[in-house]
C-alpha cells in the first residue's frame, strides 16, 4: 500500500477498534452524528476564512512577513485537522451505514468515482459531449424538474441565495457567473470588489434593523420567491 493507502486503513482500523471498545463511539448511530458534522463543517469553513483572510493581509502588507510566515504555519496546521475530522466523520457514516447493511464504504466512492467520470464527458466520454453546462449535465443524469433540486432547504440563507443564483446561472448560461436577470433595486453602480460589497451587505442588515426587519427572514422570503419563479 502507498502513503495514501496505507493512512486510510489506519483510521479505518481506528474506528473498528473504537466502534468496540469505546462506550460513546459504541453508542453513535447516523441520526446523532448528524449535528456534530454540522459543526465540523463550520469548523472547517472557518478556518478556510481565516487562512484567505491571512493571505489577503499579506498581499496587502497588512501583515509583518516573518509573523504572517508563523500565522501561515499555525493556520495550515488546523485546516488539516480539519479536514481529518471531516474525513473520519465521513468513514464513521461509511461503518454505520455497513452495519446496517445499507452500502459499503467501497460503494460510497465507487458512487461519486461514477458520479465525476458522468459529469465530464469533455473528458472520459468525448463523443457523446455536447457543449451542456455543469447543471446542465447534472439535470440530464437525475432527470430533474428543475435545478433546484439540488439547493438544501437547511441552508443558511445567504449560502442558498448563492447555490440558487449560481446553479440557474450555469444552466442557463453554462457560467456559473452568467446573468440570471437579477436588477438589484438602486439607480447607483454597483462595487464589484469584495470588501465593498461585504461592506454593502453589513450597511443592509443594519438598514433593516433599523426599519424593524430581520434582513435574514427577508432573504429567506426573496430565496423563496426566486425558487417559486424558476420551478
Same mark, same amino acid.
Given at each position: ?39 465540523? !463543517? ?69 458512487? !461519486? ?45 445567504? !449560502?442558498?441565495? !448563492? ?69
Amino acid at each position: 500500500m502507498n502513503e495514501q493507502q496505507t493512512a486510510f486503513q489506519r483510521l479505518s482500523d481506528i474506528l473498528d477498534t473504537l466502534r468496540q471498545e469505546c462506550p460513546w463511539d459504541r453508542k453513535q448511530t447516523i441520526k446523532s452524528l448528524r449535528y456534530l458534522t454540522i459543526e465540523e !463543517v463550520h469548523e472547517l469553513s472557518e478556518a478556510i476564512v481565516e487562512i484567505e483572510n491571512l493571505k489577503a493581509k499579506a498581499e496587502s502588507g497588512e501583515a509583518d512577513s516573518a509573523e504572517a510566515e508563523t500565522q501561515s504555519s499555525t493556520l495550515n496546521y488546523q485546516f488539516m485537522k480539519e479536514l481529518g475530522d471531516i474525513a473520519m466523520h465521513i468513514l464513521f457514516y461509511c461503518k454505520l451505514a455497513e452495519e446496517q447493511g445499507l452500502f459499503t464504504t467501497a460503494d460510497v466512492y465507487n458512487t !461519486v468515482c461514477d458520479k465525476l467520470i458522468d459529469r465530464h464527458p469533455f473528458i472520459y466520454n468525448k463523443e457523446q459531449y455536447h457543449g451542456e453546462s455543469w447543471e446542465q449535465l447534472k439535470m440530464r443524469e437525475r432527470d430533474h424538474r428543475s435545478v433546484l433540486e439540488g439547493v438544501p432547504d437547511s441552508l443558511p440563507s445567504l !449560502v442558498k441565495a !448563492v447555490r440558487m443564483q449560481e446553479k440557474v446561472a450555469g444552466r442557463e448560461t453554462g457560467r456559473p457567473d452568467g446573468d440570471i436577470g437579477i436588477t438589484a433595486p438602486t439607480a447607483e453602480p454597483l462595487p464589484t470588489d469584495e470588501e465593498s460589497i461585504g461592506d454593502m451587505l453589513f450597511a443592509v442588515v443594519d438598514w433593516a434593523r433599523r426599519h424593524g426587519i430581520n434582513a435574514d427572514d427577508a432573504l429567506c422570503a426573496a430565496n423563496r420567491r426566486f425558487r417559486e419563479s424558476i420551478d
